[in-house]
């Protein structure tokens, strides 16, 4: 199963405070989610649930057939991703893939890369392009290994995948290592080849944002 924690998006992304007001950065969290759903609707090759109590999230989840994992503390990714491997555990479910709500570029074809290199008993590693942070994460099975998500969590991944002695695959993989955080992944999103709804938004945004380069961002196409 595939899993994708959404916290209150109506609070998201405050690490964009200094460039961004409250509605933009929930406006651009729900833009992307959008487009990472959009995403695993394309690939098809496994079951969604999204980790969640956000309303937003919910119906749009249903939009695409997707199910829904109930997230009521809305505490922190790790916190839910435990509760929902639990959840995965007691469905029978083999294998969990957790993917991030802020990953807009990922793509259908990465994601049939990671299923493709998974280990039959093992794990997959997506770092984040800055190699600190996993922005996707398979293992089979499900509970593999415990899950501490956050802006350092790769390597402890990779610690806690070599220390169970079995298969663990890292993927470098374009599209889903650029999560969307700060005012550089914004403008890394802007800049970046393609077209869609974030991007589009994230031009917008920098374009009437002080201290970046507008020109720069008024080249690539929308």
């Excluded at 649930?49 to 009521?72: H, M, N, P, Q």
């Excluded at 800055?130 to 290994?145: C, E, K, S, V």
């Excluded at 806690?160 to 999103?189: E, F, M």
């Excluded at 201290?211 to 929308?222: P, R």
């Amino acid at each position: 199963m595939i899993l994708v924690p959404v916290k209150d998006l109506t609070n998201a992304k405050q690490r964009l405070a200094p460039i961004l007001e409250q509605p933009a950065r929930t406006h651009l969290a729900r833009t992307m989610l959008q487009d990472v759903l959009e995403a695993l609707a394309e690939f098809g090759g496994d079951e969604v649930s999204l980790v969640t109590s956000d309303l937003f999230a919910t119906e749009l989840a249903k939009s695409y057939g997707f199910g829904i994992i109930r997230d009521e503390s809305n505490q922190s990714e790790t916190a839910a991703i435990a509760m929902a491997t639990h959840v995965c555990e007691d469905r029978g479910v083999q294998s969990t893939l957790v993917i991030p709500a802020d990953i807009p570029l990922i793509a259908a074809p990465e994601l049939k890369a990671i299923y493709e290199k998974a280990p039959q008993i093992g794990s997959v590693l997506v770092p984040a392009h800055d190699g600190r942070g996993t922005n996707a994460i398979l293992q089979r099975p499900a509970a593999l290994f415990p899950l501490r998500f956050g802006n350092d969590s790769f390597l402890p991944h990779l610690a806690a995948a070599k220390a169970i002695d079995q298969r663990c695959i890292v993927l470098s993989l374009s599209g889903i290592g650029l999560d969307i955080d700060t005012p550089d992944d914004l403008r890394a999103l802007a800049l970046a080849a393609g077209d869609k709804r974030s991007q589009a938004l994230a031009r917008r945004l920098l374009k009437t944002t002080a201290g970046f380069a507008k020109d720069e961002v008024a080249t690539v196409k929308s």
